[in-house]
């Protein structure tokens, strides 16, 4: 049973465009989220986090929503770079333990 | 499918000791494996990375003499944490990668007294 899921195995934008990328988790005891980016042969780097008691947090091109009572929460960088391109984990932690989804693969397209 | 598992899950030992954590790709071969250390609400910190049949590569900063990688086959890793202390104490989680994709272990709550 995946308790953090991420619906989408790859998505391609248009550089200069939007990019935005889904999680949904199941349990509702997690009470911090975080996203992680990793390129090829690369361990994943942090990237941006949220506390449960926020629904929006944001740190330059990254802005990371959180929606508690549809347990979703969101990734949008804008302007989306090729640099960007990567395979990006949405992590949901609480009670001891963190909970990664399989991640999504993000081409940005000239 | 894509299953990584850890061994064990938790875990409480004496100040002094070493510890053996265990990582297993349980339906997939993994080429390269990957240590993290994680940090209460905090970021992911990559200890090492570890492929197969070679030694593995430490970040810098990790002391590769206390923290003991070995990658023995395409579905195993070990990390041992030699003579632990209180400061060891932590959550440690590994990945497999048997491409592009990576996939995480639950994780080993480490707890040193």
């Known amino acids: 049973d995946q308790q953090v899921k991420q619906n989408s195995p790859s998505l391609s934008v248009q550089e200069g465009r939007i990019s935005i990328l889904n999680c949904d988790y199941t349990?509702?005891?997690?009470?911090?989220f975080l996203w992680y980016k990793k390129y090829p042969a690369e361990g994943p780097t942090f990237l941006i986090s949220?506390?449960?008691?926020?629904d929006k947090n944001e740190d330059g091109r990254f802005t990371v929503f959180l929606n508690k009572s549809a347990k979703h929460l969101s990734l949008h960088i804008v302007p989306s770079q090729p640099g960007d391109s990567a395979v990006y984990f949405c992590?949901?932690?609480?009670?001891?333990?963190?909970?990664f989804g399989k991640g999504t693969r993000l081409h940005i397209l000239p | 499918g894509a299953v990584v598992s850890q061994h064990p899950s938790w875990v409480i030992c004496k100040s002094g000791t070493s510890v053996k954590i265990e990582c297993r790709s349980l339906?997939?071969?993994?080429?390269?494996m990957f240590w993290y250390r994680q940090f209460p609400k905090q970021s992911l910190m990559l200890m090492a990375t570890?492929?197969?049949?070679?030694?593995?590569?430490?970040e810098q900063g990790v002391e590769k003499d206390k923290f003991l990688i070995n990658h023995a086959s395409l579905t195993l890793s070990t990390l041992t944490v030699t003579s632990a202390h209180p400061e060891d104490s932590s959550f440690y989680i590994c990945?497999?990668?048997?491409?592009?994709?990576?996939?995480f272990g639950p994780g080993t709550r480490l707890t040193v007294t």
């Open positions: 990945s497999a990668s048997p491409g592009w994709e990576q996939y």
């Open positions: 349990n509702s005891m997690f009470d911090y």
């Open positions: 949220i506390s449960s008691i926020k």
């Open positions: 992590a949901a932690s609480g009670d001891d333990k963190i909970i």
């Open positions: 339906d997939f071969q993994a080429t390269t």
């Open positions: 570890s492929n197969e049949g070679s030694k593995a590569t430490y």
